[in-house]
């Protein structure tokens, strides 16, 4: 049976294998397993089975998932990679050709991290290694409420030609089989070399994550292209140089990128980005289609960008709540060099610093961008702009975005299995704007990736 179908078996609760017999899933209260547990705490070439909770685990060189296996990773794993950013040899990556899975929950999260010595604010971009890199016709991934840091290593022979030439910068996850599902939950990625997350083709559904720091000079926190059909809700992003969500069509695949990017919360973007009118918060292009609503966009260089190659005929929008304390962000609202307009329920500032949106323990003015003209460099910008020790944006009592969602338009589109172990949890549109509701659900992060051991 091939791994894709994991979602499926899932559902109904049932073991699962891959190709070989001997590779079941064994649900019980304590863990999940898959296969035999890998006991040796150094991985190296072909993998398969589970990373035991509690254990950490080492890599140095390429390991590799091949087709019809699975390496999951128990609650309370860690995986650490031995790499220094240099050349493709010294910056490891997880090749996903079967299925990858991280089951990190609330109370025991997982990490696909460096050394803690290496996992400081100073290396931001520094691309330890090469992140988890998946073939055209990989099976699915699973990542939940896991920790990935620092990835971003120059390509080589490992990576997919089709995603990247020799020497970019990877990502921590690039995913490629149109077929598949990639299920994103309550997880954080910090400080990658360019975009953070790529999908190419494939359904989507990533939900209440946080972004923190992604891209050094350029790149998006998640950059979505030909043939990705899902929902990005829910989540946080804080200081991309890009763009916070790219939304493109190109690449050529038989099915029409369609996402639905709806209640997330995006602070401090595009300020890195060099080139001409890129970068800031939401972006669709070259005839991708969807719907954006819900979202906060704080402090952005640019608001919603819809180019107008995009599938404007099939691009709902609305509800879009923006704040800047900077003239020039004011003016860029809805990026002038798209199509986007004002619509009828968005709350814009209409001054330097006019309706705040009372953050619980965000300050949106803790630095003033009237002071600087973009682009500018990493090291130019204040740490507290592009990532956080401690925050909470919950909207306080008074705030101009409680209640002002539209819940009722519109319903995720849900494309990949929901609920038990292996399904998503898929939060529909919320009543409040932003990531975080007045009621306690939407996004539970309150600290950086960093704050957590």
């Known amino acids: 049976m091939h791994t894709k179908n994991i979602l499926l078996l899932g559902l109904l609760g049932l073991a699962f294998s891959a190709c070989h017999k001997e590779e079941s899933v064994k649900v019980s209260t304590a863990s999940v397993t898959v296969g035999q547990t890998i006991t040796s705490d150094t991985l190296s070439g072909s993998v398969k089975g589970t990373l035991q909770s509690g254990h950490t685990y080492y890599f140095s060189s390429d390991i590799t998932i091949n087709a019809g296996d699975t390496l999951l990773m128990q609650e309370g794993t860690k995986l650490i990679a031995l790499g220094d950013g240099k050349t493709t040899a010294t910056s490891p990556q997880i090749t996903n050709n079967g299925t990858f899975i991280s089951l990190g929950t609330q109370d025991n999260n997982n990490f696909i991290t460096v050394l803690d010595s290496l996992?400081?604010?100073?290396?931001?971009?520094?691309?330890?290694?090469?992140?988890?890199?998946?073939?055209?016709?990989?099976?699915?991934?699973?990542?939940?409420?896991?920790?990935?840091?620092?990835?971003?290593?120059?390509?080589?022979?490992?990576?997919?030609?089709?995603?990247?030439?020799?020497?970019?910068?990877?990502?921590?996850?690039?995913?490629?089989?149109?077929?598949?599902?990639?299920?994103v939950e309550d997880s954080w990625f910090y400080g990658s070399t360019d975009d953070g997350i790529r999908i190419l083709h494939g359904n989507i559904s990533f939900m209440r994550n946080t972004f923190e720091a992604c891209g050094k000079a350029g790149g998006e926190s998640l950059n979505m292209k030909a043939g990705t059909v899902g929902d990005v809700a829910y989540n946080v992003s804080i200081g991309a140089a890009t763009n916070s969500f790219k939304v493109s069509n190109s690449g050529g695949a038989t099915v029409q990128t369609n996402v639905y990017v709806y209640n997330n919360t995006i602070l401090n973007g595009g300020m890195r980005q060099v080139k001409s009118g890129r970068g800031g918060s939401i972006n669709y292009e070259k005839g991708a289609q969807g719907k954006v609503y819900n979202n906060i966009i704080v402090n952005c260089r640019f608001g919603l960008r819809i180019t107008s190659d995009a599938d404007t005929t099939h691009i709902a929008y609305n509800n879009q709540y923006y704040y800047a304390n900077a003239d020039y962000m004011i003016k860029q609202f809805r990026s002038t060099d798209g199509v986007a307009r004002a619509a009828g329920a968005d709350i814009s500032s209409a001054s330097v610093k006019d309706k705040n949106p009372l953050f619980g323990s965000y300050d949106v003015d803790q630095f003033d961008f009237a002071t600087v003209t973009p682009p500018l460099d990493i090291s130019k910008m204040p740490l507290t702009i592009i990532t956080a020790q401690s925050y909470n944006w919950t909207l306080l009592p008074g705030s101009p975005g409680l209640r002002k969602g539209d819940a009722d338009s519109f319903q995720a589109q849900a494309k990949v299995t929901s609920g038990g172990t292996y399904g998503s949890t898929i939060l529909q549109p919320g009543v409040d704007m932003g990531a975080y509701q007045s009621d306690g659900t939407g996004n539970q992060h309150y600290t950086s990736s960093l704050a957590s051991k």
């Open 119 to 183: 996992r400081t604010t100073s290396n931001i971009g520094a691309g330890f290694w090469g992140g988890i890199q998946c073939g055209e016709s990989s099976g699915d991934v699973i990542i939940k409420w896991t920790h990935m840091e620092f990835a971003g290593g120059p390509a080589g022979d490992a990576a997919d030609p089709a995603v990247f030439a020799s020497g970019d910068p990877r990502n921590f996850l690039s995913y490629t089989n149109i077929n598949g599902h990639v299920i």
